[in-house]
């Protein structure tokens, strides 16, 4: 069993809301008066997803969609079961895909996959943090927040078997010795 001895702040709410405010200007100058439909990935996006959307100028609508991997340990398998899928048809909609992180990035794949067959009318992702180090398929943002290292993180959305989403910041779990 894991101890967990604390949480360091890596970014800090302020940092973060900054930075959401900037990918907020920068999907709104994209899309212009044109709407587009943010699909929020559940349970990790919902915090970034609701800053995000506020400061959104362009007609926005909301969805949600809840998908996991699974695979031995901590790394995902590539193995995708939808949870919770979308309440209406994106055919012919402008998507931006609101993700928490990109690790693996196998979840996504699968996701993005899934969306074009949809026949949206574009598609794009946006992610608050990208850990590029440990990416086996190849997989890339259109919007990134923040790219980090390969550690561990929680917090704004983020979790560790449940726990710590609620934090307003973003942390390293420290482990016990
Ligand atoms: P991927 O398929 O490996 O890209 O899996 C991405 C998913 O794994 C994310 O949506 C998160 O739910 C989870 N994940 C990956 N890295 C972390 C982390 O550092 N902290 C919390 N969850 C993570
Ligand atoms: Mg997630």
């Known amino acids: 069993m894991l101890k967990i001895k604390g949480i360091k702040v890596h ?4 940092e973060i809301e900054q930075r959401i405010r900037e990918m907020a200007e920068q999907i709104s100058a994209y899309y212009g008066d044109e709407p587009l ?3 929020c990935i559940l349970k990790g996006s919902v915090f970034f997803t609701c800053e995000l959307a506020k400061r959104i100028t362009s007609p926005v609508e909301l969805e ?10 901590t790394t995902s398998s590539g193995v ?8 209406t048809s994106i055919e012919g909609k402008n998507i931006l895909v609101v993700e928490d992180i990109i690790d693996t990035g196998r979840t996504l794949k699968y996701l993005m996959e899934n969306m074009k067959t949809r026949n949206p009318k574009s598609i794009k992702l946006c992610t608050l943090l990208d850990k590029p180090e440990r990416r086996v398929v ?7 927040g923040f790219v980090i290292p390969d550690e561990f993180v929680v917090g704004y959305g983020l979790d560790c078997d449940q726990q710590y989403r609620n934090l307003p910041y973003i942390g390293f779990i420290e482990i016990e010795e």
Do not use: H, K, Q, W
């Open 64 to 73: 949600f969609m809840s998908v996991s991997s699974y695979g031995a340990g």
């Open 138 to 144: 190849d997989m890339e943002a259109d919007y990134v």
């Open 37 to 39: 439909c943010l699909i």
């Open 80 to 87: 995708v079961r939808i949870n919770y899928d979308l309440g």
């Open 11 to 14: 970014i800090t709410e302020e």
